[in-house]
């Protein structure tokens, strides 16, 4: 009987034939793609192998068919839910990085066709010289990938606007788990045919095959625009110059805030901190400034910097980016590498921002948790985290607790479990409650449906195992 170990080294010679110095199995490699951005705890895979065509992918799958090893695709794995942590030894991380080109721009029709590890900066780099852009903007956008932003469902900086990336992908080729390939989408933006498998891959988080190019939907930069940071003493104050601009109909591409806790690691003045941008015509930048300024000091705040470009608005923006990083360390400087992060990712109808912001504060106390809040607040969608010491099961549970919590007053508000950052790992249970909130007693149903599409894209279960339902 051939044990394991030795079909493992079988595996390993038979992709080193194939893939030679783009196959990865030294310790030190394997242990970086053990783990991506969140706290989940992974374990080595097997191998990392770097393709470079949609043969050599294909190839992968089906040795993975004939081995039953399985794969997880990555991008730069800055997923923060555990979505591209591995759990399983036999994985295989495809990582997509040497697949990274711009094949083709159009300026006329506004798409872009890509390669997956392409990084969302370097795009939108390039998109500038053509006067155009993705939108799709995670403040991860420096490292995350069009692939990794794509099949976590990703948003960002520019959301408040221009929505998640659901809504800025024409057409997608993937390799599926059969080890075919499919070509779904269309190069317009209007595109009926049949059932959307696009919209099926957006968000699957690696478990229904892997992304190898990309057509992408496309805006023009702004003509002109508007941006202001501003301050307040409370999180109240901050929210109600957010509901002022909405109610005067005025539609920034970007809402974005931070609390008082993480200007302190910035060495900003602890204060709540407000930034809102508004792409626009030339002519209208000053009326749009007086509105801004007076939804801003009727809720009590103060504008603290303005800016009348889109490139000089990303660097009064930097603090915001920063979000991640000050948060991390925070929990370092508490608890050192023994911390354990959890990022919270819920959305609320913005009616309901009061509500959600006060609630998470009191269930904060409630749970006695170290704990921050930030996030792209223009499409309602809180980033709440929380640390605890690994070591500290009291701790930990603690903030278990109060992530379900704040999950759970989501869903009472009628918003979501999951805005941006996907299901991965860590919100599994909390996917299921949404589901089950939505269908008295049918949940189930749901549930299979779901279940049903993932066997068909994949019916040997090769993909990215222990994510989502699994
Ligand atoms: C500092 C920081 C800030 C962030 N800010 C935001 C934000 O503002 N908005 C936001 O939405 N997210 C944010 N994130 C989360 C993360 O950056 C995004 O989800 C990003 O889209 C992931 O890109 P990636 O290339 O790192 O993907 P990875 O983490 O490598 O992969 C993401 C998922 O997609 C799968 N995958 C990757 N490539 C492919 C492919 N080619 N085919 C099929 N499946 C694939 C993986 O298996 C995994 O499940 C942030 C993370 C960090 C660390």
Known sequence: MVSMVQRQGDVIKELEAVFKDRLFTEPHILSLYSHDASSEVGVKP??????VSVDEV?????????????????GSSTSLSGNATPKLENTVIVSLERMNSIIEISDIDWYARVQPGIKDDELNLELMSYGLQWPV????????????????????????????????????????????????????????EGYNLVQTFIGSEGTLGIITEATLRLAPLPESFVGLMARFRDAESLVNAVIRVKRDKLWPMVTEFIDYMIAQVLGLEPMYYLWIGIDTYSGSEQQILSKLNNDVSLSGGEIIDKAFTWQEFSKILEPRRMLYSATLKAAFNDYGTDAFVAFEDIAVPTSKLPE????????????????????????????PTVWARRSDKDEMERIMKFFEDVGKLAIRLNGTVSAEHGIGVQKKGLLREAISSRNDGNSDYVINLMKNIKRVFDPYGIFNPGKIFD
Not at 46 to 51: D, G, L, R
């Open 46 to 51: 097997m191998a990392v192998i770097q393709p």
């Open 58 to 74: 294909v190839k992968i799958v089906k040795l993975a068919i004939d081995y039953g090893f399985k794969i997880i695709p990555v």
């Open 137 to 192: 903007d995670p403040a991860s956008s420096k490292t995350a990938t069009v692939g990794g932003v794509i099949s976590n469902g990703g948003g960002g900086m520019r959301g408040a606007k221009y929505g998640p990336a659901s809504h800025w992908i024409l057409g997608l080729e993937a390799v599926i788990g059969t080890g075919d390939v499919i070509r779904i989408g269309c190069r317009t933006v209007k595109c009926r």
């Open 356 to 383: 959600a912001v006060r609630e998470i504060q009191t269930l904060g106390q409630k749970y006695n948790v170290k704990m921050v809040i930030g996030g792209h607040i223009g499409d309602g969608n809180l980033h």
